[in-house]
């Protein structure tokens, strides 16, 4: 089954995100708006019991997240994915790395640049149309993530959350 | 905030409702395929907090969910929902009165009927076509849910998962 791990962030940095992901984004039917921590990986039964273990204590040494939503980016000319930039910081680089360290073998595809995708699978006109748009546009949000969740894959593409997993509390 | 409690069936249940959700149900873009345990109601901060304590408790003290899910099935003649029918048990219904009392002070707008949606808001025509196929049709699942989840709805009517109450644990 496969697998991955994501913080959703408040409803209305969603509802903001959910505006432009209805038009832009092909996954917009398949996840809410996010911020991938671990992207998708396979696991078996066994091995998702000891995954969430390890989950636990992550979360339970890691503090929660400032999450400070700056500008409109995009990861042109890789591909026309556009995205809400979220300011890195040490606490989600460092639980970033715990998801790609120890019992976790798998390696980081890319740099971690953390964002939330509103738009991707555009044709070059429509990205240059939109990006050129909503580059100009004003965003600010600031807010704190208190928890993550472990998420898996139906057959269709669709996520569905497993778990959640509250940051630096007494749960784990 | 609206927020709703449900239940996520297996994968192999999911992908099974989803392969018939996705020509037949108009919600299938807002949320996987789910038992519901309390339909949508509004909550603010200072409550979901108080909810979540509860749910906790809740939880903690209800046992892991049989869930035998046994013949396509349908709400007609007061709508044309078709959903596939949960056998409703003591634990499921137990946990669901819960859901309704105490600190819940809504009331269930309609009979507990444990059961998952894989069609709505079907036209007559469509409604007995599709159902006529589908009762004839042999379902039989058997699994044991040992999780529920809190989720809040976004302004386009998609849910988002806050939290997830493991059944019996010691995570309460």
Redesign the interface.
């Given at each position: 089954?496969k697998y991955g791990i994501a913080i959703?962030p408040s409803?209305r940095v969603?509802?903001f995100a959910?505006?432009y992901r209805?038009r832009y984004d092909s996954h917009?039917?398949l996840i809410?708006p996010h911020i991938t921590l671990k992207s998708a990986f396979e696991a078996d039964e066994q091995q998702i019991d000891q995954i969430v273990q390890e989950l636990q204590r992550i979360a339970a040494e890691t503090a929660v997240i400032p999450l400070t939503i700056t500008k409109f980016s995009s990861f042109y000319p890789s591909n026309t994915v556009i995205y809400l930039k979220v300011e890195p910081n040490e606490t989600l680089t460092a639980l970033h790395q715990k998801l790609y360290s120890g019992i976790f073998t798998d390696q980081p595809e890319f740099a971690f640049v953390p964002h939330i995708t509103i738009g991707r699978d555009l044709s070059d006109g429509e990205y240059f149309d939109v990006y050129g748009q909503l580059k100009m546009q004003t965003v600010h949000f600031s807010e704190t993530a208190d928890?993550f969740?472990l998420l898996?894959q139906?057959?269709?593409g669709?996520?569905?959350?497993?778990?959640?997993f509250?940051l630096g509390k007494e749960?784990a």
């Open positions: 089954m959703f409803k969603q509802d959910n505006s209805k917009y039917a809410p928890r969740h898996y139906l057959e269709d669709a996520w569905t959350v497993y778990e959640t509250r749960n």
